[in-house]
């Protein structure tokens, strides 16, 4: 009987391994493809932007680096932030919530990590690194259309 128990046990414990999320404290590593990144690029060169492009394809600008914490990508944080779509169109605004950045957008997982607490930034992020071909909807209405550019302009109030 103890052996039985003994073998249940194990298996048990190799299922739940098996079950496990991946840690999503650690970078992606993730990429936008080249016509999404040249779709990007000729957004920004287009309109005299002068912003810096990240090996990920999205391009940023540190508007104020801050003085607090830089946060990781497992951090709480409280921000403030507006996003809109090429257009113009605002798709979501927050003037003072707290998010766990690992479950933020790809985007914000890459480039909060590049300012501190006090901090702002503007971020010029492709489809891929944000909503994807899915686009984003609340109930049945669209809200992000699908592989839409985004721009973010974040205040990153706080490193928790």
């Known amino acids: 009987m103890r052996k039985i128990a003994l073998c249940l046990f194990c298996a048990a414990l190799l299922l739940a391994n098996c079950f496990k999320d991946k840690n999503d404290c650690v970078p992606r590593d993730l ?10 690029t000729d957004y920004i ?3 005299g932007i ?3 492009r990240h090996t990920s394809g999205l391009y940023y600008q540190i508007i104020q680096e801050g003085t607090g914490n830089n946060p990781s990508i497992c951090s709480s944080i409280k921000v ?3 996003g809109k779509l090429v257009n113009g169109a605002e798709v979501e ?9 690992k479950l ?3 985007g914000w997982r890459i480039t909060l990590p590049l300012i501190k607490a006090g901090g702002k930034i503007r971020i010029w992020l492709p489809p891929t690194l944000a909503y994807g071909w899915e686009g984003k909807k609340v109930g049945n209405t669209e809200v992000v259309p699908p592989n839409s550019i985004l721009i973010y302009d974040i205040s990153l ?3 928790l």
């Open 50 to 52: 002068n912003a810096t």
């Open 157 to 159: 109030y706080e490193v």
């Open 31 to 40: 990429v936008a493809p080249s016509s999404e990144q040249l779709t990007l």
């Open 93 to 101: 605004r927050d003037d003072n919530t707290v998010l766990n950045l």
């Open 45 to 47: 060169t287009s309109r």
């Open 104 to 106: 933020m957008l790809e």
């Open 80 to 82: 403030g932030f507006n």
